[in-house]
């Protein structure tokens, strides 16, 4: 029982996580992947249980293929919990920028709104000084010529604020400037495509050193059911002759 606990938590657990991130990591090709973690726990579950009928060699062959599967899970776990996180930074990225670009997109409203105002002021105006001119010629044309003196001022707007002052904000900036040049932020997709060729090479490692380990001790392997520290197929072959 003990043993059956030890082996949930240190092969099986971190085998379900990593089947679990599969489904994100390869989508098209989540259930292969998985069937290769299978193959794995099975290997690692034949040599934990049946190393103890087996030889003192063939005991220690196993501890050493277990200690290698075990590493090899351990790298594919935490990559994959890395691959989580970034994928998780990456997906508050977008929803930051997304709030960035609905910011710029209002400030660029209201900058055009405001740039509409002030034409339409300044239309409005010129309008005005047109009738006060034409009302003030109509005027001076009745009067006798050496009477004839405008007191017309013509209004003129004046700017809002100093030419200097007027800078474009960020929002209006040119892509590519050196004002617009910032981190660049990766997309949860990209994310996942920069880890699939790893996460990949670990699925191959961890499965190729299940089965060559398991082929290898299948071929040398030797029971020692009654613990004599003599192979039973010795034992078997020595009887007749005793």
């Not at 657990?13 to 994100?24: C, H, R």
């Not at 509409?116 to 010529?145: C, S």
Request: glycine share 6%; charged share 20%; hydrophobic share 50%.
């Amino acid at each position: 029982m003990r043993k059956l606990i030890l082996f949930a938590f240190v092969v099986l657990l971190p085998a379900v996580i990593v089947g679990i991130s599969n489904f994100g990591v390869f989508p098209d090709a989540a259930w292969l992947a998985t069937l290769m973690l299978v193959v794995t726990v099975g290997v690692a579950a034949v040599f934990t249980w049946q190393s103890g009928d087996a030889t003192a060699k063939i005991s220690r062959y196993c501890i050493v293929a277990d200690f290698v599967i075990a590493a090899i899970l351990c790298v594919n776990l935490g990559s994959h919990w890395l691959l989580a996180r970034e994928v998780s930074a990456a997906k508050q990225g977008v929803v930051e920028r997304h709030a960035e670009e609905d910011r710029d997109d209002r400030r660029k409203a209201a900058e055009a709104d405001r740039q509409l105002q002030l034409k339409k002021a300044e239309a409005e105006l010129a309008a005005t000084n047109i009738k006060l001119q034409n009302a003030e010629r109509r005027r001076l044309a009745q009067l006798p010529v050496i009477e004839r003196r405008s007191s017309i001022t013509v209004a003129t707007t004046e700017p809002t604020q100093p030419a200097a002052a007027l800078v474009a904000p960020m929002s209006l900036v040119a892509p590519g400037s050196v004002a617009s040049i910032g981190a660049p932020r990766l997309t949860p997709e990209q994310v996942r495509e920069s880890w699939w060729w790893k996460l990949t090479a670990l699925a191959f490692a961890e499965c190729f050193a299940s089965v060559l380990a398991g082929a290898i001790l299948a071929g040398v392997w030797e029971w020692d059911r009654n613990r004599d520290g003599i192979p039973d197929h010795l034992q078997r072959g020595a009887a007749p002759g005793k």
